[in-house]
């Protein structure tokens, strides 16, 4: 598709009606997008020898351009609720505890901020959970810039990691371990071109309302964005310390360090080294004394900046869940029923369930320790102590970069469906539980039940669907049997 | 609580004096009307407010009103809860002079009593449930804090008198704007003392029936009562002053005076003794009701169908769609797509998922072209000036929509025969049936009735919308016409048949009607008709008229 069709467009909608809004104008761009990149992706079957990546230079301009105005729609959507309706976002979605947990609220954030302000120190009362980061990050656009500038920066963090998933697409295609990568015999390749991964991403609702609710979340999904992309593009030692940077945001991205080892391992770029284990181990334990590194760098930074509490306000506020506000997690409700004297051992079952993950996912999907990280930030996105949607729509917006996998996925109506209705059950139960006082917390947390199951089920299917390709590729010769069992 | 261990002292020689004292303020209006009530109520011994406030809202124009409210402090306690009695000058019923009147006893008998232990606010509100509404805000420090104020409102009983000398029962009407209940218990109390008082309690005012009828009468009286409940529920509008306070979580509803010719009847005392006892067992009230009661149909006056019965009439309902929605996801795209043969496997998965990719981003716009043009429905009326919006304009405004999204409907429908778009009903109808599934499940929980609703007028013409997969024109057209007679413009004008006596003057808009509750009330009719029911119903229209 050409600028010249998308132009026909905008004077079609224009001309139609003078009813139409500015938003259906977008809406109109937006179906046209991605009708044309579903034509332009699709379309040709490719025989397993030929890798798609090598398409025309004047197509990757075009597709350059596109994701270009997909940004550029993304932001000024953001910008004009921002900034023409702030009543809309501080009413009904500031305050959503599905939105914004005691970790990453934005309300809590402007306290830090002032606290700090003040010369007093933010970590010592109970408020303030972030990292001294954002502090950093804020201080300027919040004590001399007016406030639209510090809403700015969470409309471009959101912005710029839809940009870094629209590259990290690009660059699966190109990649040295994907493109040298078999494919399945006889198999159409679908691939999701990167304006259209960065679509879904930008205009997926989850993300719209998790970036106009202000949640720091954001920058924690530009950090975990950015260690994968430089992770796949070659530079491990960037990748590690935007890792310990993701882990100082909010300390469940830590667990990307495994497949981030791989990947400095040679996973990706050197694929005939894979038989040489030396060289495999050597390099991950490299990254991972590199990540310590840049952990205990910033850490004696912040202390030397903030004092040492501000570790137990953050670090532990996340490990200890000592903040037991409902959210869309397991935990709140857990451990408010739960008797003080197990409450240790039980942090430490609950906490070992998000993390135990680790090593067995990057390693049983070692051959591709991007697809390990896809799948590592869905298993944080629904064990993590203070979930949010927003850490659903970094996982949502993960996934079609892996479209390829669509076609073996088994339970999509299953688990789209359950996230739905835990979606749209928790304002209904929250609404009952709280504002009408007719419910009560077992309604909302039997909504997170549901929410979370449809999580696990849609990770459950992605890995199951990946390994099945595998297969596939593998043994070709089995995939035109019939099983039959006796 | 213990309804009716007390004796109740309601009904002396000076009671009737105080009520009697209020008789000039029913002549007079406005201002005067109110300095009268508050004199009355000062004379009594109650700390006393004038509330006066105007609408700025560009819906509702230029209404004005008082509402006086007199605290009367309890003895035994510090003001941190209250109990609210509440009547309106004007109903439904014309004027409810002998409301008002009877407020005026009822304080002058709990002024001289000692065991209160929650505050007695006594409310007279001007306009019915915009007066609750605006004082409520108010009380609750929303726009101009009241001076003379209580604590946390437990309960709230609003009594709605037509002028009449006796009475021969009362009717308590229950629901709020969206659909919320008061906690069961309260209605099991005001039943119980009641019939106390020989002054027989139904529900919404359908008579009771005589021992001696038969099973058949019973039954169609249990219907025809949980038709009413559901309707009230459902639409919730005109239901009583009482509404608004549902909407502060505090449980309330009204007791209307229904009145009887023959002189056997009970006179206004009784009423008044059936509060008194009322708000005696609400005085004993510990902390809040009990949580489990709060959803709840009543089958007849003394049987209820609690939520763990009627949900899973609701979840089959939307089991329904699902299962449709399923099948119709499974059969989608070309038939190559689902050959048997094990060797053409891989070729089949292939098309299946090429189908896949090059329709659903056409599916997913037409999703949203529609919902765009509701959003647009629904946002106009707040941005018109308030001066243009009136009953007839509203019904212009339902109908000028109707036919922009015809041409909405034409163009889309018209888009999917073109050569370059592949496009399947079924996957539109998988879609859509997934939607309507997940609006009813999710709104059953919170509201039966509403969900009920949305399943009648939406989900069920999207299953019967279209079969087959090449229909002949006849079968097109006819499913058309249904949809049409299924469309929110259709089903606005004829609704008002069904609603109340007084929807039913031909010049009132429903549209308006619900716009003015979402707006005053926060009720969730008007968005799910703009934003749920209105794009449904086109998008029907879409899948009827595809190839």
Same mark, same amino acid.
Request: hydrophobic residues 50%; positive net charge.
């Given at each position: 598709m050409?600028?010249?069709?998308?132009?026909?467009v905008?004077?079609?909608?224009?001309?139609?009606?003078?009813?139409?809004?500015?938003?259906?104008l977008?809406?109109?761009?937006?179906?046209?997008?991605?009708?044309?990149?579903a034509?332009?992706?699709?379309?040709?079957?490719?025989?397993s020898?030929?890798?798609?990546?090598?398409?025309?230079?004047?197509q990757?301009h075009s597709?350059?351009?596109?994701?270009?105005?997909?940004l550029?729609?993304g932001?000024?959507?953001?910008f004009?609720?921002?900034?023409?309706?702030?009543?809309?976002?501080?009413?009904h979605?500031?305050?959503r505890?599905e939105?914004?947990t005691?970790?990453?609220?934005y309300?809590?954030?402007?306290e830090?901020?002032?606290l700090?302000a003040?010369?007093?120190?933010?970590?010592?009362?109970?408020l303030?959970?972030?990292?001294?980061?954002?502090l950093?990050?804020?201080?300027?656009?919040?004590?001399?810039?007016?406030?639209?500038c510090?809403?700015?920066?969470?409309?471009a963090?959101d912005?710029?990691?839809?940009?870094?998933l629209?590259k990290?697409?690009?660059?699966?295609?190109?990649?040295?371990?994907?493109?040298?990568?078999?494919?399945?015999?006889?198999?159409?390749?679908?691939?999701?071109?990167?304006?259209v991964?960065?679509?879904?991403?930008?205009?997926?609702?989850?993300?719209?309302?998790?970036?106009?609710a202000?949640?720091?979340?954001?920058?924690?999904?530009?950090?975990?964005?950015?260690?994968?992309?430089f992770?796949v593009?070659?530079?491990?030692?960037?990748?590690?310390?935007?890792?310990a940077?993701?882990?100082?945001?909010?300390?469940?991205?830590?667990?990307?360090?495994?497949?981030?080892?791989?990947m400095?391992?040679?996973m990706?770029?050197?694929?005939?080294?894979?038989?040489?284990?030396?060289?495999?181990?050597?390099g991950a334990?490299?990254?991972?004394?590199?990540?310590?590194?840049?952990?205990a760098?910033?850490?004696?930074?912040?202390?030397?900046?903030?004092?040492s509490?501000?570790?137990?306000?953050?670090?532990?506020?996340?490990?200890?869940a000592?903040?037991?506000?409902?959210?869309?997690?397991?935990?709140?409700y857990?451990?408010?029923?739960?008797?003080?004297?197990?409450?240790?051992?039980?942090?430490a079952?609950?906490q070992?369930?998000?993390?135990?993950?680790t090593?067995?996912?990057s390693?049983?999907?070692?051959?591709?320790?991007?697809?390990?990280s896809v799948?590592l930030?869905?298993v944080?996105?629904a064990l993590?102590?203070?979930?949010?949607?927003?850490d659903?729509?970094?996982?949502?917006?993960?996934i079609?970069?892996?479209?390829?996998?669509?076609?073996?996925?088994?339970?999509?109506?299953?688990?789209?469906?359950l996230?739905?209705?835990?979606?749209?059950?928790?304002?209904?139960f929250?609404?009952l539980?709280i504002?009408?006082?007719?419910?009560?917390a077992?309604?909302?947390?039997?909504?997170?039940?549901?929410?979370?199951?449809?999580?696990?089920?849609l990770?459950?299917?992605?890995?199951?669907?990946?390994?099945?390709?595998?297969?596939?590729?593998?043994?070709?010769e089995?995939?035109?049997?019939?099983?039959?069992?006796? | 609580?213990?309804?009716?261990?007390?004796d109740v002292?309601?009904?002396?020689?000076?009671?009737?004096?105080?009520m009697?004292?209020?008789?000039?303020?029913?002549?007079?209006?406005?201002?005067?009307?109110a300095?009268?009530v508050?004199?009355?109520f000062?004379?009594?011994?109650?700390?006393?407010?004038?509330?006066?406030?105007?609408?700025s809202?560009?819906?509702?124009?230029?209404l004005?009103?008082?509402?006086v409210h007199?605290?009367?402090?309890?003895?035994?306690?510090?003001?941190?809860?209250?109990?609210?009695i509440?009547?309106?000058?004007?109903?439904k019923?014309?004027?409810?002079a002998?409301?008002?009147?009877?407020?005026?006893?009822?304080?002058?008998?709990a002024?001289?009593?000692?065991?209160w232990?929650?505050?007695?606010?006594?409310?007279?509100?001007?306009?019915?449930?915009?007066?609750?509404?605006e004082w409520?805000?108010?009380y609750?420090?929303?726009g101009g804090?009241?001076?003379?104020r209580?604590g946390?409102?437990q309960?709230a009983?609003?009594?709605?008198?037509?002028?009449?000398?006796s009475?021969?029962?009362?009717?308590?009407?229950?629901?709020?704007?969206?659909?919320?209940?008061?906690n069961?218990?309260?209605?099991?109390?005001?039943?119980?003392?009641?019939?106390?008082?020989?002054?027989?309690?139904v529900?919404?005012?359908?008579?009771?029936?005589?021992?001696?009828?038969?099973?058949m009468?019973?039954?169609?009286r249990?219907a025809?009562?949980?038709?009413?409940?559901?309707?009230a529920?459902?639409v919730?509008?005109?239901?009583?002053?009482?509404?608004?306070?549902?909407?502060?979580?505090?449980?309330?509803?009204?007791?209307?005076?229904?009145?009887?010719?023959?002189g056997?009847?009970s006179?206004?005392?009784?009423?008044?003794?059936?509060?008194?006892?009322?708000?005696?067992?609400?005085?004993?009230?510990?902390?809040r009701?009990?949580?489990?009661?709060?959803?709840?149909? @009543? *089958?007849?006056?003394?049987?209820?169908?609690? &939520?763990g019965?009627? %949900?899973? /009439?609701?979840?089959? !309902?939307?089991?329904?769609?699902?299962?449709?929605?399923?099948?119709?996801?499974?059969?989608?795209?070309?038939?190559s797509?689902r050959?048997?043969?094990?060797?053409?496997?891989?070729a089949?998965?292939?098309?299946?998922?090429?189908?896949l990719?090059?329709?659903?981003?056409?599916?997913?716009?037409?999703?949203?072209?529609?919902?765009?043009?509701?959003?647009i429905?629904?946002a106009?009326?707040?941005?018109?000036?308030?001066?243009v919006?009136?009953?007839?304009?509203?019904?212009?405004?339902?109908?000028?929509?109707?036919v922009?999204?015809?041409?909405?409907?034409?163009?889309?429908?018209?888009?999917?025969?073109?050569p370059?778009?592949?496009?399947?009903?079924?996957q539109?109808?998988?879609?859509?049936?997934?939607?309507?599934?997940?609006?009813?499940?999710? @709104? *059953?929980?919170?509201n039966?009735?509403?969900? &009920?609703?949305?399943? %009648?007028? /939406?989900?069920?013409? !999207?299953?019967?919308t279209?079969f087959?997969d090449?229909?002949?024109?006849?079968h097109r057209a006819?499913?058309?016409?249904?949809?049409?007679?299924?469309?929110?413009?259709?089903?606005?004008?004829?609704a008002?048949?069904?609603?109340?006596?007084?929807m039913?003057?031909?010049?009132r808009?429903?549209?308006?009607?619900?716009?003015?509750?979402?707006?005053?009330f926060?009720?969730a009719?008007?968005?799910?008709?703009?934003?749920?029911?209105?794009?449904?119903?086109?998008?029907?229209?879409?899948?009827?008229?595809?190839p």
């Amino acid at each position: 598709m050409t600028a010249d069709t998308l132009e026909q467009v905008v004077r079609e909608s224009s001309k139609q009606s003078p009813k139409r809004s500015k938003q259906e104008l977008a809406n109109a761009l937006v179906e046209t997008l991605a009708r044309g990149a579903a034509t332009n992706t699709g379309g040709k079957p490719e025989a397993s020898s030929s890798s798609s990546s090598s398409s025309l230079p004047k197509q990757r301009h075009s597709e350059g351009a596109r994701l270009m105005r997909v940004l550029a729609l993304g932001f000024a959507l953001r910008f004009a609720i921002l900034a023409f309706s702030p009543d809309f976002v501080s009413r009904h979605l500031a305050a959503r505890v599905e939105l914004s947990t005691p970790a990453t609220s934005y309300k809590r954030l402007i306290e830090g901020l002032h606290l700090a302000a003040q010369g007093i120190s933010p970590f010592d009362g109970g408020l303030f959970h972030q990292s001294p980061l954002l502090l950093i990050l804020f201080r300027v656009p919040f004590g001399w810039l007016p406030r639209i500038c510090s809403d700015l920066l969470f409309i471009a963090a959101d912005v710029l990691v839809a940009l870094m998933l629209a590259k990290i697409a690009a660059k699966k295609t190109t990649l040295p371990g994907f493109a040298s990568r078999p494919l399945v015999p006889g198999e159409t390749v679908f691939r999701c071109s990167p304006s259209v991964v960065a679509m879904l991403y930008l205009f997926n609702p989850l993300t719209l309302a998790t970036c106009l609710a202000r949640s720091t979340i954001v920058f924690s999904h530009l950090a975990t964005v950015s260690v994968l992309y430089f992770g796949v593009s070659d530079k491990p030692d960037l990748a590690v310390a935007l890792a310990a940077v993701a882990t100082h945001l909010s300390l469940y991205p830590a667990v990307l360090v495994a497949p981030l080892a791989l990947m400095a391992g040679g996973m990706l770029f050197q694929p005939e080294a894979r038989s040489r284990s030396s060289s495999l181990a050597a390099g991950a334990v490299l990254a991972l004394c590199k990540f310590a590194a840049c952990f205990a760098a910033i850490h004696f930074l912040f202390v030397l900046l903030y004092g040492s509490n501000y570790f137990s306000a953050t670090f532990e506020f996340t490990l200890q869940a000592t903040d037991l506000q409902p959210n869309v997690g397991l935990f709140w409700y857990f451990f408010i029923e739960i008797f003080d004297e197990f409450r240790q051992f039980f942090i430490a079952v609950f906490q070992l369930t998000a993390l135990a993950f680790t090593v067995p996912i990057s390693w049983r999907f070692r051959d591709d320790p991007l697809f390990g990280s896809v799948m590592l930030v869905g298993v944080v996105s629904a064990l993590k102590s203070y979930p949010s949607w927003g850490d659903l729509s970094l996982f949502l917006g993960l996934i079609p970069i892996y479209e390829e996998l669509a076609k073996y996925m088994q339970y999509t109506f299953l688990s789209a469906n359950l996230l739905l209705y835990g979606l749209g059950l928790a304002p209904v139960f929250w609404h009952l539980w709280i504002e009408q006082g007719s419910g009560n917390a077992n309604f909302f947390y039997a909504a997170t039940l549901v929410y979370v199951f449809g999580q696990i089920t849609l990770l459950f299917d992605l890995g199951s669907a990946q390994l099945r390709r595998q297969l596939d590729i593998e043994h070709p010769e089995t995939r035109e049997r019939t099983v039959v069992q006796e | 609580m213990m309804p009716g261990q007390v004796d109740v002292g309601f009904g002396s020689h000076g009671h009737m004096e105080a009520m009697r004292q209020m008789d000039p303020a029913m002549h007079m209006e406005g201002d005067k009307r109110a300095e009268h009530v508050q004199r009355v109520f000062e004379s009594l011994g109650l700390d006393c407010e004038i509330q006066r406030f105007g609408s700025s809202n560009s819906v509702d124009k230029g209404l004005r009103g008082n509402n006086v409210h007199g605290v009367l402090r309890a003895p035994r306690s510090d003001a941190v809860e209250a109990l609210v009695i509440a009547a309106s000058w004007e109903t439904k019923n014309g004027t409810n002079a002998n409301a008002v009147r009877l407020l005026a006893g009822l304080a002058k008998y709990a002024a001289e009593q000692v065991y209160w232990a929650k505050d007695l606010v006594f409310l007279v509100t001007d306009s019915g449930e915009r007066g609750t509404e605006e004082w409520l805000r108010a009380y609750h420090g929303e726009g101009g804090m009241l001076q003379v104020r209580s604590g946390l409102i437990q309960a709230a009983l609003a009594l709605d008198l037509p002028p009449a000398h006796s009475y021969g029962g009362i009717s308590l009407h229950f629901e709020g704007r969206s659909g919320q209940l008061p906690n069961l218990d309260f209605l099991n109390i005001i039943k119980h003392v009641a019939r106390q008082e020989r002054l027989p309690a139904v529900v919404h005012a359908l008579p009771d029936m005589p021992r001696s009828s038969s099973i058949m009468e019973k039954y169609l009286r249990s219907a025809r009562l949980l038709l009413r409940q559901v309707r009230a529920q459902a639409v919730g509008s005109t239901v009583g002053v009482h509404a608004p306070f549902l909407r502060y979580g505090i449980d309330a509803l009204t007791v209307v005076g229904m009145e009887r010719a023959d002189g056997r009847a009970s006179n206004l005392v009784s009423v008044g003794r059936t509060v008194e006892a009322t708000l005696r067992s609400l005085n004993n009230l510990l902390e809040r009701f009990h949580q489990s009661f709060f959803f709840y149909l @009543l *089958s007849s006056d003394k049987k209820f169908i609690s &939520i763990g019965n009627y %949900v899973p /009439a609701v979840a089959m !309902l939307a089991a329904a769609l699902l299962f449709h929605a399923m099948h119709l996801w499974w059969f989608q795209g070309p038939d190559s797509a689902r050959s048997e043969t094990p060797g053409d496997r891989i070729a089949r998965i292939n098309t299946y998922h090429q189908f896949l990719r090059s329709s659903l981003p056409g599916s997913a716009a037409s999703f949203v072209r529609v919902h765009v043009m509701g959003a647009i429905l629904f946002a106009v009326p707040f941005v018109v000036p308030k001066v243009v919006l009136t009953d007839s304009t509203a019904t212009g405004y339902v109908f000028t929509m109707f036919v922009a999204s015809v041409t909405l409907i034409l163009h889309l429908a018209d888009s999917m025969w073109s050569p370059h778009m592949v496009s399947d009903w079924r996957q539109l109808k998988a879609l859509a049936a997934v939607y309507v599934a997940w609006v009813v499940a999710c @709104l *059953s929980v919170m509201n039966f009735s509403l969900a &009920i609703a949305v399943f %009648v007028v /939406a989900g069920m013409p !999207l299953i019967f919308t279209r079969f087959k997969d090449k229909p002949s024109r006849a079968h097109r057209a006819c499913a058309v016409a249904m949809l049409v007679a299924f469309s929110p413009a259709v089903v606005l004008s004829a609704a008002r048949y069904l609603l109340d006596c007084e929807m039913a003057d031909l010049s009132r808009s429903l549209f308006r009607l619900f716009l003015k509750d979402y707006s005053f009330f926060g009720s969730a009719v008007y968005p799910l008709i703009c934003l749920v029911y209105w794009p449904v119903n086109m998008l029907c229209m879409v899948i009827a008229m595809m190839p």
